[in-house]
């Protein structure tokens, strides 16, 4: 069974910086996304990135802040995120998709979730 794994999350200070990873059982996904939720929202797209090219996707709001990139290696994806804000506050859901590479803001389009990782930035 295919699994991804993240890690890297925690308790940080507005301005700091955290990176996290997600680690796949296979090397055979066309490319990754980073979603959020924060308590009593709805789950939103941060970031993704296609596997082949390593070209990468933003939401607006984390634009300039947030760096994806990808280890083919060690088929593991990490989101660098720095000068975090409260509102980046939330849990850090990483996913695999394995169809054709598109969509990639919409959820639904990913077929393997990690189980998340938690990111709580204090002000």
């Known amino acids: 069974q295919v699994q991804l794994v993240e890690s890297g999350g925690g308790p940080v200070q507005a301005g700091d910086s955290l990176r996290l990873s997600c680690t796949s059982s296979s090397p055979s996904f066309t490319g990754y996304g980073w979603f959020r939720q924060a308590p009593g929202k709805v789950r939103e797209f941060v970031s993704a990135?296609?596997?082949?090219?390593?070209?990468?996707y933003y939401a607006d709001s984390v634009k300039d802040r947030f760096t994806i990139s990808r280890d083919n290696a060690k088929n593991t994806v990490y989101l660098q995120m720095n000068n975090l804000k409260p509102e980046d506050s939330a849990d850090y859901y990483c996913?695999?998709?394995?169809?054709?590479?598109?969509?990639?803001?919409?959820?639904?389009?990913?077929?393997?979730w990690g189980r998340g990782t938690q990111v709580s930035v204090s002000s």
């Open positions: 990135i296609r596997w082949g090219t390593g070209s990468p």
């Open positions: 996913a695999a998709m394995w169809k054709q590479w598109g969509l990639y803001t919409n959820a639904l389009q990913y077929d393997v």
